[in-house]
Each structure stands twice: as C-alpha cells, then as structure tokens.
C-alpha cells in the first residue's frame, strides 16, 4: 500500500485492497470485516474493542500475522501524529498520513486472519472485535410503477427514462409534458419504446423547464393504465 488516503477511509478488508481470505477448507469466506478511519477520531472507530488492543486469537487457529504489541506501538504512535496534524502543517499531516498507511496494513492483515478462520460463524467473527461489511447493495427503489428512474441525458435538454419490466409487455409508449401554470401538464408527447433498455431517450427539452413523465405497457389485448407522473426539470 502506497501513497496517501484520503482522510475519510473506510474500505473492506477483502473487497478493494487486492486480497482475498480463504477459510480453512479453502473456500471464499463470505464473511468481510469493515474498517473505518477519519483522521481525527480513534483509529478503532469500526472496532468493537472497548478495552483497547484485544488479542485476536481462535481457538485451533494458526498465530495471528501481526504481533499485537506491535500493532498497539503503532496505534499510539498514530494517535500521537493525529493529535500534532490539528494545527495544519504539511509535515505533520504527511506524517499522520504515512502512519495511517502503517496501522491501515497492519489491521488489513489482521482482518484476513478473522475472515479466513472465523468458519463463517458469525458469532465467532464478531468475538474479534471487527465489525462484518454489508454483504448486500442498498438498491434505489423505482420513482413509480412504471418508471425505475429519469436522468439527465449526456446533451443539454435530453433525459433518459428507463422502465420498469411489465408482464406480458410485447412495447412500451412513453410520454411526457411541460408544466404550466397551477402544476397542470400541457400538450403531451409520446415516444414508443420496444423493451426497457436502453433507457428512452428524449431530446428537445428547454432547460430549466420542468416536466412530467409517465409510461404505460402495450400488451397483445391493449394497454395498461399511464402510470404516476414523475417530476423533473430539465437540464
């Protein structure tokens, strides 16, 4: 590891560093431990080590690879470069910096040994103080019932619908229209779409002019109902 981080850091210790933890059969661990920085709170602000420096240790598990007194030495000697960088000085950040980059590695070393012998037992990985990485992604609900999102398009005046799949839906119409006085649409515009990617492109809208879409499915015995309006100004 090289270089400086950023000052906020959070980052998990098998996902983004370059390594991944094998337990003791050799299978992926799907267990991943969290580790958080910022530069002025505790270096352990993501571990759940109320007593200071804990031994990590399972029980029929090899030695850890990081000599815990040591690991100790450099948290203290971080906390004291945290404390001299609060008045700004290059030097004392750069310093702050680079021991960051010494305890960061030294943790990331000890959270491979947690992931890769904890048997993916939850219990046993929380008794070493780590906390565990989400193991999902938090996804963004869609805008209504039809629509999954509208975005800018790349060009001024252009945005991209993008659809929600509909059973049975042989296309799809999309529609859209400026508002005007007392928020009431006004003409509107249709554009056909054969499936739900890629987005519906729409082109030609004044900017800073705000609009409302909606979309509806098109089946072998007609139509589904237009769906909500969902809102956005042009840009």
Excluded at 114 to 121: G, I, Q, S
Aim: proline fraction near 7%; hydrophobic fraction near 40%; aromatic fraction near 8%.
């Amino acid at each position: 590891m090289c270089g400086s981080r950023p000052d906020d850091d959070a980052v998990t210790a098998s996902g983004g560093i370059g390594a991944f933890a094998l337990n003791s059969n050799g299978v992926l661990s799907s267990l991943k431990a969290f580790i958080s920085f910022t530069s002025s709170s505790s270096p352990f602000a993501s571990l759940n080590w109320s007593s200071g420096i804990e031994d990590v240790n399972f029980a029929g598990a090899p030695a850890p690879p990081v000599d815990m007194p040591a690991l100790k030495a450099a948290t203290e000697l971080l906390s004291a470069k945290i404390a001299t960088a609060a008045d700004g000085g290059k030097t004392a950040i750069a310093q702050r910096n680079h021991q960051k980059e010494v305890v960061v590695k030294l943790l990331v070393q000890l959270a491979h040994y947690v992931e890769a012998n904890c048997k993916d037992d939850m219990t046993i990985f929380l008794s070493s103080g780590f906390t565990p990485a989400a193991s999902t992604k938090k996804t963004t609900p869609p805008v209504s019932e039809s629509i999954r999102k509208v975005d800018p398009g790349v060009n001024s005046g252009d945005m991209q619908v993008t659809l929600m799949k509909f059973p049975g839906a042989a296309s799809y119409d999309v529609r859209w229209a400026a508002v005007g006085a007392g928020g009431v649409p006004g003409e509107w515009t249709t554009k056909p779409a054969a499936a739900v990617r890629p987005p519906v492109l729409i082109t030609g809208l004044t900017p800073g002019t705000t609009y409302v879409f909606q979309a509806r499915a098109v089946t072998q015995t007609g139509y589904s109902d237009w769906s909500e309006s969902v809102t956005r100004i042009a840009v």
